[in-house]
């Protein structure tokens, strides 16, 4: 028998009921997909979209729900792989990473975004924030500096975009390597709900630095601080940083955002400063005395406060700012002033601002005479009682009266009353009282261990409580100019500079043109005779060394003919002083 020729024609049948099974196992397939998908858009209320799912179908020439079930393994997938890597990371950092925070309001933040803004890999991050650097007049550099088209006169126009830009770490996560140490930095940025004892509950943004590390100490991130600060301080070594009380909205969130950096500008060398060699050695060994890390525990054995008060008073243009930067600039301190005349600045505004001041620090209160800061005195009283007389000459009618009309006037509490309400009408409006700045010099909350100096040119419109010894424990006297001062002073003016990295003037200008070595009109070494011939010209304590100052300000280059024309300045300073004008004869 032939199997193979049975087997041929028995194959075709088969092949054919195989082909109709898997068919009709197919269509029922399909039936049954499309029937549960209409059941499904018929309870999402979808029904109306049966039939485009039938020709997405048709048309891709699969079953469209192998799609959502290739997209749900995807979904579950990511869950699990998003639990894992959460898992892994909290497991990382919480036992093999150490971590800092850093507030915005605190000075290492400053040093370490400075010290950032350097590093390569922040620079070159894909995620910055550019800012305009604005250099400082003593920052200039000759790539800085333009002329116009004359090349006579400088010019500045749109000098800020000629400046490069200063680039800082973008809020998001950058990370960086420091000394083979691999570093994460997080900048956050966040409103935060908080109260505040002067402005109740409010809202503030808020910014944190995280510094992280692998590490199970923190130690490399302390002394990447440590680092950062460090190049801080060498590059802000030479500079007097300047501070003033922050907005009345800044204030009123307290601690040290309450002031704000308003300058940061070489330190001034005492030497330039008029002042007689003694008054300068003593207040330097005073100051020096106060600062000495023995001197806390020598004021506490003893019950007496670690505060120490000065008092500059003398004409305006002597130098009493001058010392007060002179200072700071010597002993490295950051100067904090503060204008008692400011609208907004109120005595708990006062109060916090000097609780929360540095361990060490110069406050400057500039014309302490002007803030009206004075009480009322009998002759107020007597001045407003008799404005409140009738103008007719007649004798106001008054209940009772205790002396003869030939004896002294009689207070009344009507009186009292009325001069203290005008009193406290001044406070009102200059903002802070008498007792107010007191109490914050003074005060139990005010901050130890701070330098405060006070200027005036009337010391003797000063009330006697702000002047007493405790709150001002050294007065200093500025006078004007002796000749000896006036011939410093000229010496000063024209000795040899450092070489300037300006672009060269035109030779050929008349306005720019070197007369002399040094570009003096005379000659260096003839300085010191010039000198001491101007001096002599100088009558003595008539003029301040400021208005000498400005009168060889205008001859900066000149000597020669400062000497020349100072006989004449002199005479019509004189005049002037004579006629009470304001009105300058000579300049």
Not at 176 to 201: A, P
Not at 325 to 335: C, K, P, V, Y
């Amino acid at each position: 028998m032939d199997y193979s020729a049975v087997f041929s024609s028995l194959l075709p049948g088969i092949s054919g009921n195989i082909s109709d099974t898997t068919n009709n196992v197919t269509a029922t397939d399909n039936t049954h997909h499309a029937k549960a998908v209409e059941s499904i858009l018929a309870l999402v209320g979808l029904r109306g979209l049966a039939p485009i799912y039938g020709f997405i179908g048709g048309w891709l020439g699969f079953e469209p729900s192998n799609i959502l079930a290739v997209m749900g393994v995807f979904w579950a997938l990511n869950k699990v792989l998003r639990q894992v890597y959460s898992f892994l990371y909290k497991t990382v950092t919480g036992y093999f990473m150490s971590s800092v925070h850093i507030r915005n309001d605190d000075d290492i933040y400053m040093h370490l975004m400075d010290w950032l803004s350097t590093q390569p890999r922040m620079v070159n991050s894909r995620d910055l924030v550019a800012e305009t650097a604005s250099k400082r007049p003593w920052d200039e550099d000759a790539t800085s500096v333009a002329r116009d088209s004359s090349g006579r006169y400088l010019n500045f126009s749109n000098q800020e975009a000629r400046a490069p830009a200063f680039f800082s770490p973008a809020v998001g996560v950058h990370s960086f390597w420091w000394r083979g140490q691999y570093f994460q930095l997080n900048r956050k940025r966040e409103s935060v709900f908080e109260e505040s004892n002067m402005s109740g509950q409010l809202f503030r943004d808020q910014e944190d630095l995280i510094i992280s590390c692998f590490w199970r100490s923190p130690e490399p991130i302390k002394q990447l601080l440590t680092h950062a600060k460090q190049q801080y301080f060498r590059d802000h070594q030479a500079r007097t940083t300047v501070k003033r009380p922050s907005t009345n909205a800044g204030r009123r969130y307290g601690g040290r955002v309450g002031w704000h950096q308003v300058a940061n500008r070489p330190i001034r060398d005492i030497k330039t400063v008029v002042l007689d060699e003694k008054q300068k050695l003593q207040v330097l060994a005073d100051i020096n005395e106060y600062l000495h890390p023995e001197t806390p525990k020598w004021y506490s054995n003893r019950g007496i406060p670690l505060r120490r008060g000065y008092l500059f008073h003398g004409p305006p243009g002597t130098g009493k700012t001058s010392l007060s930067f002179a200072l700071a600039g010597i002993f490295g301190l950051d100067i904090h002033v503060i204008s008692l005349l400011e609208p907004s600045l109120t005595e708990e505004d006062l109060s916090n601002l000097f609780a929360t001041l540095p361990r060490r620090c110069i406050v400057l209160l500039e014309d302490i005479d002007t803030a009206g800061l004075r009480r009322p005195t009998l002759n107020q009283f007597d001045e407003e009682a008799s404005q409140s007389e009738p103008q007719d000459g007649t004798a106001k009618p008054t209940a009772s009266k205790t002396s003869s009309s030939n004896g002294p006037r009689d207070w009344k509490v009507s009186d009292l009353a009325r001069a203290l309400k005008k009193e406290g009408e001044s406070d009102q409006k200059v903002g802070i009282s008498l007792s107010g700045l007191l109490n914050a010099i003074d005060g139990v909350a005010s901050q130890e261990g701070r330098v405060l100096i006070m200027t005036t040119n009337t010391p003797e419109q000063l009330d006697d409580a702000l002047i007493r010894p405790g709150r001002v424990d050294l007065q200093v006297a500025f006078s004007n100019a002796t000749q000896d001062q006036a011939r410093e002073l000229f010496v000063r003016m024209y000795e040899e500079d450092q070489p300037s990295s300006l672009p060269a003037p035109d030779p050929n200008s008349p306005h720019e043109k070197m007369e002399s070595e040094g570009g003096l009109d005379i000659p260096v070494s003839d300085l010191p005779s010039v000198a001491e011939a101007f001096g002599a010209k100088i009558p003595d304590g008539e003029f301040s060394p400021a208005q000498i100052q400005g009168y060889l300000l205008k001859r900066k280059k000149q000597p020669r003919k400062a000497l020349e024309e100072v006989d004449m300045w002199v005479d019509g300073l004189l005049r002037q002083k004579a006629m009470k004008t304001k009105i300058l004869q000579v300049q």
